[in-house]
Nanobody
C-alpha cells in the first residue's frame, strides 16, 4: 500500500498554534480525498477535517480554529491549528481515499483506505 507520511505536531500552550502535514507518496495513487482524524486516550477516533475536490469539511469542535489545505501537485495536505485547547490533545492521523468524499462521508473512517502512523499533539496550560 502507498504510505502516508505525517510531519509536524508536538507541544503547544493553550491558545497557541501548530501545523500538521501529510504527504501521499506514489504517483499512481490518486488521493482525491484527504483528511485528519484524532484519537485521545480512552476515546474513539474522531474526524477533524477533510479536503476533497476544493471542498473542505470540519468537525464542529475545530471549525473557525483549524484550516485544511491541499497541494494537489505535491499530494500534500496540511492542517493549520490555531487557538489550541487542552481538548485538542490527541494522536492525529492522516487518511486518504482515491475517491471523492462528501458531506455525508468525510467523517466516516470507512471512507478512507490509507492511513498514516499518527503524530502526537499535546496542548498544555
Amino acid at each position: 500500500q502507498v504510505p502516508l507520511v505525517e510531519s509536524g505536531g508536538g507541544s503547544a500552550q493553550v491558545g497557541g498554534s501548530l501545523t500538521l502535514s501529510c504527504a501521499g507518496s506514489g504517483e499512481e495513487y490518486n488521493t482525491r480525498c484527504m483528511g485528519w482524524f484524532r484519537q485521545a486516550p480512552g476515546l474513539e477516533r474522531e474526524a477533524v477535517a477533510a479536503f476533497s475536490d476544493s471542498r473542505t469539511y470540519y468537525a464542529t469542535s475545530v471549525k473557525e480554529r483549524f484550516t485544511i489545505t491541499k497541494d494537489n501537485f505535491r499530494n500534500v495536505v496540511r492542517l493549520d491549528m490555531h487557538i489550541l485547547l487542552p481538548q485538542d490533545t490527541a494522536m492525529y492521523y492522516c487518511a486518504a481515499s482515491a475517491d471523492d468524499c462528501y458531506l455525508g462521508s468525510w467523517y466516516d473512517r470507512n471512507t478512507y483506505d490509507r492511513w498514516g502512523q499518527g503524530t502526537q499533539v499535546t496542548v498544555s496550560e
